[in-house]
Structures are given as structure tokens and as C-alpha cells.
């Protein structure tokens, strides 16, 4: 139905309203987490106490691994893929989109998925080789020296972890897109599960260092906080994104 012939018969959208339970309004805990990134950060560019606590749970992992424990985690790693996560909460954006006749929902899907896809620009300034670097067939892994920040072997993506980011981003977008259709219990579930899984699994199976992991975390509670700052359902908006405004 078009927004004339809404107005003729005068059959309502059903209008969308984000899920925040309590809007973010000080900027201090953004800073907060933005000034621990950066000590976190610090330390991983020399080889510090941080570096060798992440190549003794590497090596630990490495020798505690059965083959079964390494398929769960492995799975459970899943959780945190960005591109099923992002078109789930994308299909759910539009799926909003159309039943409101706003592109309100989408706008706010862009906004998370660009911050989101902004932390390769991060991986790209903070270079670090990933646990396993460079997988030899034979040898050791990398060592202190070489598990540092700014370095220029290659691959380089490791920190921060994105994985872990994608688990705070999306699912809380999810519940900020739903959660007032979903009971309390699921959306602390969905709030929490899914980071504390990836931030184990993702380092056991050594796809990232243990250090990669509470950055990726801090970085993505920013951006979704970010996100919930913003009222997105009542936010004015040019008149070329919603036309319909003409008839009101």
C-alpha cells in the first residue's frame, strides 16, 4: 500500500520502535573503553608480560586439544561470523522496513555494519600475525618477537579479534531490532552467550591470541552503544528517504 492510499483508507503502518531499555546518554563509558583499548594496546607492541601470557595459553590450548573438544570449538566459532550474522540482522531490517513502510530500519542496519566493517581499517593499523603464523610443517609457531604488533609478516588480521566484535555488534543489533518481542531471559542469553563462547573457543582453537579478544570486545560494545544513542524512530530525516511525510 502505498502512502496516498494509506491516507485515503487510513490503514496504519505498523510503526517500528527500537529496543533499548535505557538510552545511552553519557559519553563516559565510551571513553572509558576507548582508554582501555589503548592500554590493552600498549603492551602488545614490544615484547611485554601481555605477549607472553598469550603464547602460554597458546601453547597450553596447543596441548590440551583432543580432537573432539577441537571440532566443538571449532562450531561454537561459528557464533561469531560477521557476514551470517550481518544478513540475518540485514533480513530482519528489511523484513522491519517493509511492515513499517520505513527505511528507518535500515538506516540503522547501515550505521552498525559500517562501524562493524570499519575495524579492518584497525586490523590494517594495529598488523599482528595470528597465533599459528606461519604454520610450518614442521617447528615452532610464532614466538614473542614475532607475535607483536606492527609487524610485517603476513597474515597480519589477528588484532583485534573480529569474531568476538561481531558477537556484541550483532546480536545486540538483533535484540535492539526484536528484543521487545522476546522474554528478558532470551535477550541475556542473546546479550551474553555468544561473546563468552567465542572469546574461549576462538582462542582454544588458536585462531586468535587472548589478548585479540577483550579488544575486539571493547570496540564492539562502543559501536552499539553508538547505535542505541541514536533515536532512529524519531530522528527527522530528509524528505527524499521518507516521502510519505508530504501526505501527514
Known amino acids: ?75 561454537t566459532n561459528r557464533l561469531g561470523q560477521g557476514g551470517l550474522l550481518g544478513g540475518i540482522a540485514l533480513a530482519l531490517a528489511a523484513f522491519l522496513a517493509l511492515r513499517a513502510r520505513s527505511v528507518r530500519p535500515l538506516l540503522a542496519f547501515l550505521a552498525a555494519y559500517g562501524m562493524a566493517g570499519a575495524v579492518l581499517v584497525l586490523k590494517d593499523v594495529l598488523p599482528r600475525v595470528y597465533p599459528h603464523w606461519p604454520r610450518p610443517a614442521s617447528g615452532a609457531y610464532a614466538e614473542a618477537a614475532q607475535a607483536v604488533l606492527f609487524t610485517s609478516l603476513e597474515p597480519s588480521g589477528a588484532y583485534p579479534s573480529g569474531h568476538v566484535l561481531n558477537t556484541i555488534v550483532w546480536y545486540g543489533f538483533i535484540i535492539f531490532l526484536v528484543g521487545a518481542r522476546m522474554r528478558p531471559w532470551q535477550r541475556g542469553l542473546m546479550r551474553f552467550a555468544p561473546p563468552v563462547i567465542v572469546m574461549f573457543s576462538t582462542t582454544y582453537v588458536a585462531f586468535h591470541w587472548f589478548s585479540d579478544t577483550p579488544g575486539g570486545l571493547l570496540i564492539g560494545v562502543v559501536i552499539l552503544r553508538i547505535v542505541q544513542r541514536i533515536p532512529w524512530d524519531a530522528i527527522e530525516l530528509p524528505l527524499l528517504l521518507e516521502p510519505e511525510r508530504r501526505y501527514r
Open 1 to 75: 500500500m502505498i502512502a496516498a492510499d494509506q491516507r485515503r483508507t487510513g490503514a496504519p503502518a505498523q510503526a517500528w520502535r527500537p529496543f533499548v531499555l535505557k538510552r545511552p546518554k553519557s559519553w563516559w563509558p565510551e571513553t572509558a573503553m576507548v582508554a582501555a583499548f589503548a592500554l590493552l594496546t600498549i603492551p602488545l607492541s614490544w615484547p611485554s608480560p601481555l605477549i607472553d601470557l598469550d603464547i602460554w595459553i597458546r601453547d597450553l590450548s596447543d596441548a590440551n586439544r583432543p580432537a573432539w573438544a577441537y571440532f566443538i570449538a571449532v562450531q
